[in-house]
């Protein structure tokens, strides 16, 4: 139910004489949570003369601002524009297995897997276990040792899918939280290893050296990473063959699925990274966990490209919520005793702000991305021959507004290589009042947030 203060904000909106130009804008957001507040302006001038074609101010909008989207990829933070991020994933993915956005189809006749990269176990955690359709009990076992610290590590529950101890450590006391905030930092160099070593094995295989190999055929990826519950990520990844010019050129005959699952294996179990001693922790070796799922990816059965796309664009929209962390920083300076955590999270961030004050592990900056429970790699990548990117197919979203706002004469129909654009913008805030929260909302038909983001800045009449 609105506030009384939300009431009030929302009947002044209403009655405000350039409400059908907010609500325009607000519209044109696509349901944004947080928009951002630009002030400015932007002049079409002819270079030869110097007369003003055309211009456009934020002087005449409602408030004196321009509200635009956030365009963040996280959905916690604002489910419109993450929907936004998760089709552009989507397609970028999708180009990669069957064409289009650039790519040729005929990539579908090139060796392709997706592989599902997961972290060593620091510790037994409560899980969810299934087989032909029936829930295993957690941990059972018949003579359970008893660790150290006096607890049974046995668990013959049957959990269910929404239980909050599933990624809880049986023993909290012995699970090893130093080794998870740390393969989480490192596990970037572990993927760049990875495919350094990927790309050796690929040539060994066909008899040839690294740069004999570059001659005759490329191995394209993109990934993404995805938090467990237990709080270390992994990484789903489509890894492909192509020939020496990307995409468009058929791999060589002794390219194959095969292969290429034969390279990943091999990569996957030989390639560390050395954590070094700090205070009183040792110097570790970090790998890939066991687990390793290599398939390869058809045009129809289970494990579809649309499927994958789907898949991978999904996780790309995600951080690590599902642990029970925070969606903001962490200040050295918080009470996380405070915090609204799980007790397993505010493990993991203490670590991390512990770890993140040894000098020798400054580099990691754990502090800073204590939130991240030490992940600070890009969620999403991928190589540069594997498709498009993300900015092409922006501004190809960009382009097709600009000629649908020339087609309905909002805007002149300029020769932009003989047009000078002169323009100045300025952050002028982000997000809603109380009263503008809520007739957003019902604009673009969208629930209210249950609270503000941490992050969010509202306009001052709040």
Not at 54 to 63: L, N, V
Not at 272 to 298: F, K, N, S
Request: charged fraction near 25%.
């Amino acid at each position: 139910m609105p506030s009384t203060h939300a009431i009030a904000g929302l009947i002044t909106r209403l009655h405000d004489p350039h409400y059908a130009r907010w609500a325009a804008q607000i519209r044109a957001t696509g349901g944004c949570r947080q928009p951002i507040h630009l002030r400015g302006h932007v002049h079409h001038l002819d270079p030869a003369t110097g007369r003003r074609l055309h211009s456009y101010t934020t002087a005449t909008e409602p408030d004196g601002i321009l509200r635009v989207p956030c365009k963040t990829r996280r959905v916690s933070r604002c489910p419109a524009c993450a929907e936004t991020y998760r089709a552009d994933t989507y397609q970028l993915i999708r180009a990669g297995l069957v064409g289009g956005k650039g790519v040729p189809e005929t990539v579908t006749a090139h060796p392709c897997l997706f592989v599902t990269l997961t972290a060593p176990s620091f510790g037994l955690v409560h899980a969810r276990r299934e087989k032909n359709g029936k829930v295993l009990p957690c941990h059972a076992r018949r003579d359970a040792p008893t660790c150290p610290h006096g607890r049974v590590m046995s668990c013959t529950a049957r959990h269910s899918a929404e239980e909050t101890c599933l990624g809880e450590p049986l023993c909290p006391d012995c699970y090893d939280y130093a080794g998870s905030v740390l393969f989480n930092a490192l596990s970037p160099e572990l993927w760049r290893r990875f495919t350094l070593a990927l790309r050796r094995n690929v040539a060994k295989a066909a008899g040839l050296t690294v740069r004999e190999l570059r001659e005759q055929a490329v191995v394209s990826f993109a990934k993404v990473a995805e938090y467990q519950r237990r709080g270390v990520v992994h990484f789903h990844a489509v890894i492909r063959l192509d020939g020496p010019d990307g995409p468009a050129s058929p791999p060589p005959a002794w390219a194959s699925a095969d292969v290429l699952a034969d390279a990943v294996r091999h990569a996957v179990s030989a390639v560390t990274v050395t954590a070094p001693a700090a205070g009183d922790e040792p110097a570790r070796v970090l790998r890939w966990g066991a687990q390793l799922d290599v398939r390869p990816i058809t045009l129809d059965g289970e494990l579809t490209d649309q499927a994958v796309a789907g898949y991978i664009a999904k996780y790309a929209t995600k951080a690590a919520e599902c642990v029970g962390t925070l969606d903001r920083r962490v200040s050295p300076l918080d009470d996380l005793a405070a915090l609204p955590l799980r007790e397993h999270a505010r493990r993991l961030i203490a670590e991390c702000l512990r770890l993140g004050a040894l000098d020798e592990l400054a580099d990691l900056r754990l502090a800073q991305w204590a939130h991240m429970l030490g992940f600070r790699g890009h969620f999403s990548t991928k190589s540069r021959r594997y498709s498009t990117t993300l900015g092409d197919i922006r501004q190809e979203r960009a382009d097709y507004m600009r000629d649908e706002a020339v087609s309905t004469g909002r805007l002149p129909l300029f020769d932009e290589d003989t047009v000078l654009i002169v323009s100045h913008w300025e952050y002028a805030g982000q997000g809603y009042s109380l009263g503008d929260a809520v007739l957003a909302a019902a604009l673009t038909r969208r629930s209210l947030p249950a609270s503000p983001a941490p992050e969010e800045v509202h306009d001052a009449s709040i």
